[in-house]
């Protein structure tokens, strides 16, 4: 069972929202199994045509309802379409994917609001994204004995050819999300988080210092409706 939190919508997103509550019991570890995670989770929109932008392997496919109404777009093969995305616009005209997904991909893009708005631009109905909480990542890292060294962000002696450009926490990645959505006529039909928790200091008057939505919050995941 994922340690999923569960959805919370304010009245306005309720409204704005479906009587569908996105949730699934699977968790995942890897590429694979977060492609899986997020065709179960999302099944109810997913049976229409899908862009999946920064696809990797094009994992999501083999999950997908209609697989031959899925294209993958990244910056390099087997995807279907090769695109820059951090200096090209997605080849597509607007409103062309009932669905678009866009899962820790963002976070890697100097261009990551322009991005953002060209996966809102291509889809007809709804788009979903992930972002990470480096924040939180961090920490762990630390408190698993890393020394403060990080996957993503240190200065390593080679080119690892896979660099966050972003270092955030929870609550800027919420912000930057829906900001986005109502930047581009869509309303935030559920926002949560998956891989929650966290270790935590006790100050001298017994506080967690660390009880913080950017520390205890994990990956966020949100789905985005078009409103207009």
């Known amino acids: 069972m994922s340690n999923q939190l569960k959805p919370q919508r304010t009245p306005a997103e309720a409204e704005a929202g479906c009587d569908t509550t996105y949730t699934t019991s699977l968790d995942y570890t890897d590429a694979l199994e977060k492609a899986q ?80 708005d060209e996966c809102c631009r291509v889809s007809r109905s709804r788009v979903i994204i992930s972002l990470p909480n480096p924040v939180r990542d961090f920490l762990v890292r630390v408190f698993a004995g890393s020394g403060g060294v990080l996957t993503y962000y240190g200065f390593p002696p080679e080119d690892p050819g896979n660099r966050h450009r972003w270092f955030f926490g929870f609550e800027e990645a919420e912000a930057f999300v829906r900001a986005g959505a109502a930047r581009n006529g869509f309303a935030v039909e559920q926002l949560d988080s998956v ?16 009880n913080h939505p950017n520390i205890t919050r994990g990956q966020l995941w949100a789905i985005l409706k078009r409103e207009k």
């Open 37 to 116: 995670f997020l065709a179960d989770k999302y099944r109810a929109v997913l049976n229409g045509s899908v862009l999946d932008v920064g696809c990797g392997p094009r994992h999501l496919a083999e999950f997908v309802p209609k697989p031959d109404l899925y294209v993958g777009v990244d910056v390099k093969q087997p995807c279907d379409v090769v695109v820059d995305l951090d200096r090209e616009q997605l080849p597509f005209e607007d409103k062309s994917f009932d669905v678009v997904t866009c899962c820790d991909v963002l976070e890697h893009l100097d261009s990551a609001h322009r991005m953002f």
């Open 195 to 210: 891989h929650d928790g966290c270790n935590y200091w006790l100050n001298a008057q017994g506080e967690d210092t660390l």
